[in-house]
Each structure stands twice: as structure tokens, then as C-alpha cells.
């Protein structure tokens, strides 16, 4: 397992002033069984913001199989990493919402606030070098059009298929939040898919909204969704192959942190 800081076996530390608070919590979780290690219940502690944006009072998980339930609950900082590490969850909404999320059908639902950063899905079954070289392109020529710096975008091998990429939503000037979201969003990537054709755009509907797989748990495939650094995903960086034997194991490495202004900095 990779650690963040460099020092094997020390892990991540905790938001400040919590950790022995969490650390006794977590410790009991399951009767004194969680279900993910302490390295990486404190690695998804400390970013889960890069997840869902801390000013949202709601999110949606839920565990891997296809037909689960999914479970609404109030948010506030670790309740991510307690979900994963109590009870399994390997999905979050894409967005956070103001008020507890109504479903689909019900018209009330479009009134209510939804929070979140730009969550970016590439998908190339069969051909895993395809999703790579779109990555590339969106991170080191498109975003850069839009002032978006290379070095800011949170970026993962989502495990299977292809990878993930974030772009925080103080980048958009979308950190207050918007009861359109979805579509803000939605319209974002219509516009890279024209050059990115790997980019599912499945990801940005009404209602619940859709699951965004978590990091450093370890999916049926037998991998880990992990994350990477972008001099990794740089032509002449890391091969398909050094990448599929990283996500073997947890990688905790430091994320980029949210830019200054936004709320729940890593």
C-alpha cells in the first residue's frame, strides 16, 4: 500500500483536533470489524470533500451490488468514510443536496439545491488506451482553455474500464450550488465530448442523481479504483500496465487540495 506521506505504516492523519474521536469510532465500527483499514478510512476522511463538497447537508450511498438500496443521509465531515468502513458503501451521488433529495417523479424534487464538483467518467471497454490518451487531452489541452490548471484535477483509474477526473466546483464558479446542476454539468461535457468521445454522459441526471464509485476500495474486478498523479497520466508517464499493477493494492497519495475560496480544503 502506498503511502501518502512516505512513511510506511503511519498512514494519513485525520483532520485536526478529531482523529482520537474517530480513531476510538472507527475502532468499534462492527463491533471492532470495519470493513476497510484504518489507512484508508482516514485517507477518505480527510478528502472526502473532494467527493461531495462539504456545504451540502445531504448525500446518497450505497454498496456494490447493481440492485442495492440506495441510502440518503445527512452529511457532515467523515460520514463517507463511516458508511465505507460500517457498512460497505463503494458509491456516492455525484452531488450533495440542500434539502433531503426526493425522487425523480416528484416535482418538488427540481426545486432543491444540489452541490457538487464535476465529476468525469472515461469508458473504453476492450481498449483501455483509448480512455488514456482522452484523459490526456481534456487534462493538458482542454481544461487549460478554461484556466484550469493540470495540477488542480483529482484523477483515477476507476479500476475496470477507464479512469475519473474532478474538477472542483470553485473552478466553475459553481460552489454556491444550483438547482440545475445536473444540467450545468451536463452541458459542460456535451461540449468535451465533441473531442473527447470516450466521456459517458450518463452521469448527469435528475432526481437522485447518479453513483460515482469510491477510491482505494476494492471492487469486483479484483482492482482499486486508485488515483494518480498527472506527471503519471503525461505522454511518456506510466503504461496501461504499470497502472492496472498499481490498482491492485490501496495507493493513498496526496490529492490535489481545493483551491483556496472553496469549503473543506484537503
Same mark, same amino acid.
Given at each position: 500500500?502506498?503511502?501518502?506521506?512516505?512513511?510506511?505504516?503511519?498512514?494519513?492523519?485525520?483532520?485536526?483536533?478529531?482523529?482520537?474521536?474517530?480513531?476510538?469510532?472507527?475502532?468499534?465500527?462492527?463491533?471492532?470489524?470495519?470493513?476497510?483499514?484504518?489507512?484508508?478510512?482516514?485517507?477518505?476522511?480527510?478528502?472526502?470533500?473532494?467527493?461531495?463538497?462539504?456545504?451540502?447537508?445531504?448525500?446518497?450511498?450505497?454498496?456494490?451490488?447493481?440492485?442495492?438500496?440506495?441510502?440518503?443521509?445527512?452529511?457532515?465531515?467523515?460520514?463517507?468514510?463511516?458508511?465505507?468502513?460500517?457498512?460497505g458503501a463503494m458509491f456516492f451521488s455525484i452531488h450533495g443536496f440542500d434539502e433531503k433529495p426526493l425522487p425523480t417523479k416528484n416535482k418538488a424534487n427540481k426545486e432543491i439545491v444540489r452541490r457538487g464538483h464535476l465529476h468525469l467518467d472515461f469508458d473504453s471497454k476492450g481498449n483501455i488506451e483509448l480512455a488514456l490518451n482522452d484523459l490526456r487531452m481534456l487534462v493538458f489541452n482542454i481544461l487549460p482553455s478554461y484556466e484550469i490548471d493540470p495540477p488542480t484535477v483529482p484523477i483515477y483509474f476507476s479500476? @475496470?474500464? !477507464?479512469? +475519473?477526473?474532478?474538477?472542483?466546483?470553485? =473552478?466553475?464558479?459553481?460552489?454556491? #450550488?444550483? $438547482?440545475?446542476?445536473?444540467?450545468?454539468?451536463?452541458?459542460?461535457?456535451?461540449?468535451?465530448?465533441?473531442?473527447?468521445?470516450?466521456?459517458?454522459?450518463?452521469?448527469?441526471?435528475?432526481?437522485?442523481?447518479?453513483?460515482?464509485?469510491?477510491?482505494?476500495?476494492?471492487? @469486483?474486478? !479484483?482492482? +482499486?479504483?486508485?488515483?494518480?498523479?498527472? =506527471?503519471?497520466?503525461?505522454?511518456? #508517464?506510466? $503504461?496501461?500496465?504499470?497502472?492496472?499493477?498499481?490498482?491492485?493494492?490501496?495507493?493513498?497519495?496526496?490529492?490535489?487540495?481545493?483551491?483556496?475560496?472553496?469549503?473543506?480544503?484537503?
Amino acid at each position: 500500500m502506498e503511502e501518502q506521506n512516505g512513511s510506511a505504516g503511519n498512514g494519513v492523519a485525520a483532520p485536526a483536533g478529531a482523529a482520537k474521536t474517530w480513531l476510538k469510532k472507527f475502532q468499534a465500527l462492527n463491533n471492532g470489524s470495519p470493513l476497510i483499514c484504518q489507512d484508508v478510512f482516514e485517507w477518505l476522511w480527510r478528502y472526502e470533500s473532494h467527493f461531495i463538497p462539504y456545504s451540502s447537508n445531504w448525500f446518497i450511498w450505497k454498496v456494490e451490488k447493481q440492485k442495492a438500496r440506495w441510502n440518503i443521509e445527512k452529511y457532515a465531515p467523515s460520514h463517507i468514510a463511516v458508511a465505507a468502513a460500517s457498512q460497505g458503501a463503494m458509491f456516492f451521488s455525484i452531488h450533495g443536496f440542500d434539502e433531503k433529495p426526493l425522487p425523480t417523479k416528484n416535482k418538488a424534487n427540481k426545486e432543491i439545491v444540489r452541490r457538487g464538483h464535476l465529476h468525469l467518467d472515461f469508458d473504453s471497454k476492450g481498449n483501455i488506451e483509448l480512455a488514456l490518451n482522452d484523459l490526456r487531452m481534456l487534462v493538458f489541452n482542454i481544461l487549460p482553455s478554461y484556466e484550469i490548471d493540470p495540477p488542480t484535477v483529482p484523477i483515477y483509474f476507476s479500476g @475496470s474500464k !477507464g479512469f +475519473h477526473a474532478t474538477v472542483f466546483d470553485i =473552478s466553475l464558479g459553481l460552489e454556491k #450550488g444550483r $438547482t440545475l446542476l445536473s444540467h450545468i454539468h451536463g452541458e459542460i461535457v456535451r461540449k468535451f465530448k465533441r473531442e473527447i468521445p470516450t466521456l459517458d454522459l450518463s452521469l448527469y441526471k435528475w432526481g437522485y442523481g447518479q453513483m460515482y464509485r469510491l477510491p482505494n476500495i476494492k471492487r @469486483s474486478t !479484483g482492482l +482499486h479504483k486508485i488515483p494518480l498523479r498527472t =506527471s503519471e497520466i503525461a505522454t511518456g #508517464g506510466l $503504461t496501461v500496465n504499470d497502472i492496472l499493477e498499481l490498482a491492485k493494492s490501496p495507493r493513498l497519495i496526496a490529492l490535489p487540495p481545493i483551491p483556496k475560496g472553496g469549503r473543506g480544503n484537503g
